[in-house]
C-alpha cells in the first residue's frame, strides 16, 4: 500500500499540463526545419512564429521583440554578458558602461554570471534587501551613475516569494541611463506581467515553470535596444540566437502560456487561501517558528519557513519519506550545504537560514495535500528537534536560564 505523494516544489519545476503534452505528441510528426524553404520547413515555421505571437501578446508585447532561447538562465546569461560586450563596442551608444547593478537575492546564473564578468573588469554592484527581500531604493539611486549599463533586478524571487516594485526600479534606471531587466520566470504566468506596465527593455521567461517543457526559455528584448547574440552562428531568431529551433519546446510553451491565460486568476485565488491555512497551522502547531519573505508583496503560491534547530535537509528528507515533496535553499547539490544566499540576505542568522523550507505549490495542489503537511510536519520537527543537542527550547534565552 503505497502512501500519499504530494509535490510542493512548484518553483523548482512543473509537471507538463496535459494540453500541453498533447500539444507535444501532435508536433513531435512535424521535423522540419523552420529555416528551410520546402513545405515542411513551411509548416514549422508557421507554426513557430503563431507561438510566438501567443507568447509575446501575453506579456504585452510584439511579436519581433521576443527571442526564443534554451532556458531562462540562457536568456539572464544573453543579456548580462551584452555589458561585457558593451566595452568591445558591440553595442555602440554602451560605450564606457559596462556597469550592472543586480541584486545579493538573485537566481545563481545571474550571480555567477555578474561574478564572471567582474573578473573580467565589468564594475558590478549588488544591491542589499531588507528583512522581506525587497531592495533598497535609496542604494540603488546611490549606485547608479554614468557608468552603469544594466539594472537587473528579478521581478519575484524563486525562494522566498517576495515581488519587487519593477516599474519604480526600471523608471530609476532610465533617468541614470541604462537599460532595465527583470528576471520574472517566477512571475509570468503566475501574476498579471505586462513590459509596458513594468517599463522593462528586458524580460527572461521560461517553459517549465509554468507547466512547459523544460529548456525552452524566451527573452523579450523591446524594439530597438541594444542587442549582441549570445550564441553565434545562424541567422535563426532574426540573428538574435543562433541554433535549429527547438520547435517541439516552443510550441510546448506556447500551449503552456494559452492554458496559463485561461487558468492563473483562479489559481491564484486558491494558491493564496491555501497558504494562508498552510501558514496558520503551522504558526498554531510547531513552536518557534519564522516565516521568510514579505507578508504582502509575495508569490500566492510560495511560503518559506525556518524551524531553528531543525535542518532543512533533514526535514526535506523525513518529508520526501512521508511522500511529501519540498525544497531547502541551501545548495547542496554542490555538496557544500552553503546556508541560502537570499535568507543570509534577507539578514537571517545562518542557523535560521539552515532550518529552512520552502513549500511551493501549484495547479495541482489541493487543500487535502495541505491538510496531510499539516498533519505530517509538526511530528517531524519535533522529531528532529529531539535528535538535536544543539536545540534548546526557547533558544539561548532559555538555555541562559
Ligand atoms: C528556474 C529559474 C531560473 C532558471 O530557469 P531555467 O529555465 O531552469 O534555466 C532563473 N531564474 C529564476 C528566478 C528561476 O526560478
Known amino acids: 500500500m503505497g502512501h500519499k505523494r504530494v509535490y510542493l516544489d512548484y518553483n523548482a519545476t512543473t509537471p507538463l499540463h496535459p494540453e500541453v503534452r498533447k500539444e507535444m505528441a501532435e508536433a513531435m510528426e512535424m521535423f522540419g526545419n523552420p529555416s528551410s524553404m520546402h513545405s515542411y520547413g513551411r509548416e514549422a515555421r508557421a507554426n513557430v512564429e503563431h507561438a510566438r505571437k501567443t507568447v509575446a501578446e501575453f506579456i504585452g508585447a510584439h511579436e519581433d521583440e521576443l527571442v526564443f532561447v534554451g532556458s531562462g538562465s540562457e536568456a539572464n546569461n544573453t543579456v548580462l554578458s551584452l555589458f561585457a560586450c558593451a566595452s568591445n563596442l558591440c553595442i555602440p551608444g554602451f560605450k564606457g558602461r559596462q556597469g550592472i547593478i543586480t541584486t545579493k537575492i538573485e537566481h545563481p546564473c545571474v550571480l555567477e554570471t555578474s561574478q564572471c564578468l567582474m573578473h573580467r573588469g565589468s564594475q558590478v554592484r549588488l544591491l542589499d534587501v531588507d528583512r522581506y527581500g525587497r531592495i533598497d531604493m535609496e542604494q540603488l539611486k546611490e549606485y547608479l551613475d554614468d557608468h552603469i549599463g544594466l539594472v537587473s533586478v528579478m521581478t519575484a524571487n524563486n525562494e522566498i516569494g517576495t515581488i519587487q516594485e519593477i516599474r519604480e526600479i526600471s523608471r530609476l534606471a532610465h533617468e541614470h541611463g541604462a537599460l532595465m531587466h527583470t528576471d520574472a520566470v517566477q512571475a509570468v504566468g503566475k501574476m498579471p506581467i505586462d513590459v509596458n506596465d513594468l517599463e522593462v527593455d528586458f524580460l ?198
Not at 309 to 332: F, H, K, N, Q, R
Not at 360 to 367: A, I, K, V
Not at 379 to 386: G, H, L, P, Y
Not at 395 to 400: L, N, P
Open 204 to 401: 527572461t521567461m521560461s517553459a517549465h515553470k509554468i507547466y512547459g517543457p523544460k529548456g525552452i526559455g524566451a527573452l523579450y528584448v523591446r524594439k530597438d535596444t541594444p542587442y549582441c547574440p549570445f550564441i553565434r552562428g545562424g541567422h535563426q531568431e532574426r540573428g538574435r540566437r543562433a541554433g535549429t529551433e527547438n520547435t517541439l519546446g516552443i510550441l510546448g510553451l506556447a500551449r503552456a502560456v494559452e492554458m496559463r491565460r485561461v487558468e492563473m486568476d483562479d489559481e491564484v485565488r486558491r494558491l493564496a487561501e491555501m497558504k494562508q491555512v498552510l501558514k496558520d497551522g503551522i504558526a498554531a502547531s510547531i513552536d518557534e517558528v519564522e516565516f521568510n519573505g514579505h507578508p504582502e508583496h509575495s508569490m500566492s503560491n510560495t511560503l518559506n519557513v525556518s524551524f531553528p534547530g531543525a535542518e532543512g535537509e533533514a526535514i526535506l528528507l523525513y518529508l520526501d519519506l512521508e511522500g511529501i515533496a519540498v525544497s531547502t535553499g541551501s545548495a547542496c547539490a554542490s555538496g557544500s550545504l552553503d546556508p541560502s544566499h537570499v535568507l543570509l540576505a534577507t539578514g537571517s542568522s545562518a542557523e535560521q537560514a539552515h532550518g529552512s523550507i520552502r513549500i511551493s505549490m501549484g495547479r495541482e495542489t489541493t487543500m487535502d495535500d495541505i491538510r496531510y503537511v499539516l498533519d505530517v510536519l509538526p511530528r517531524v520537527i519535533e522529531k528532529i528537534r529531539n535528535m538535536s543537542t544543539a536545540y534548546v527550547k526557547g533558544g539561548a534565552h532559555a538555555a541562559a536560564e
